[in-house]
């Protein structure tokens, strides 16, 4: 079976920094995505990407960037990290978009001081 | 306005009860998640359905794309069962969307 791996599981910034998540998946999927959760809620879509080199922005783009630097590879970057920021930053992948069934990584843990 | 409505955002059970979480969507989707997420807050993913009914174990989800809406039953609950579901739901023209959750607690 496959696997997603994210890095860091935390991760501590300090306010205005710009911070990197890498997320990597050996399913060979087509799609991945990113996911933000605050604490209590639910997910909310920041990026995906169908393919290699290829972007979408989802409702909550403002303030990333991403990169899908080669199929097996998805990363954001928090452009500025705003004061007491804390959530969850969840990686995905799926065969392809909107329908088919995807697995999650365990997260990333960001806490902004 | 939300693609994916999820009810309820709460729900208690007693143990060996059972009852319902739905979803209702507002466009059409062509496909349905469930997940769990348990206290250490991993994603388990229960059922993918794109059309039909699927059972596995004490849980039952349904998906009716033409009346848009998918519901996940659960019977005889468990103190395991505890953590919040969610549904995710997408289509071939967009990435699926997630409910806002269910809360689920199982009391003794």
């Known amino acids: 079976g496959g696997i997603i791996t994210q890095t860091p599981k935390f991760l501590i910034g300090q306010e205005g920094q710009k911070l990197t998540l890498k997320c990597q998946q050996n399913?060979?999927?087509?799609?991945m995505y990113w996911y933000r959760q605050d604490s209590g809620k639910g997910l909310r879509l920041i990026y995906y990407?169908?393919?290699?080199?290829?972007?979408q922005k989802g409702d909550l783009s403002e303030g990333y960037d991403a990169s899908r630097e080669k199929k097996s590879s998805f990363s954001l970057t928090v452009t500025s990290a705003q004061k007491n920021e804390m959530a969850v930053f969840l990686c995905?992948?799926?065969?392809?978009?909107?329908?088919?069934?995807?697995?999650f990584g365990s997260g990333t843990r960001l806490l902004v001081i | 306005g939300d693609q994916v409505e999820q009810s309820p955002s709460a729900l208690s059970l007693h143990e060996g009860t059972g009852s319902a979480l739905r979803c209702n969507f507002t466009?059409?989707?062509?496909?349905v998640q469930w997940f769990q997420q348990n206290s250490r807050g991993s994603l388990i993913n229960l059922f993918y359905l794109a059309s039909g009914t699927k059972e596995n174990g004490r849980l039952k989800s349904t998906f009716n794309s033409k009346e848009s809406y998918s519901t996940l039953h659960i019977r005889d609950a468990q103190l395991e069962d505890s953590g919040t579901y969610f549904c995710a739901a997408g289509n071939n023209n967009n990435a699926p969307r997630f409910g806002a959750g269910t809360k689920l607690s199982v009391k003794p």
């Open positions: 466009t059409t989707m062509r496909a």
């Open positions: 995905a992948s799926s065969i392809a978009r909107g329908n088919s069934d995807y697995t």
């Open positions: 399913f060979n999927h087509d799609t």
């Open positions: 990407s169908i393919t290699e080199n290829d972007l």
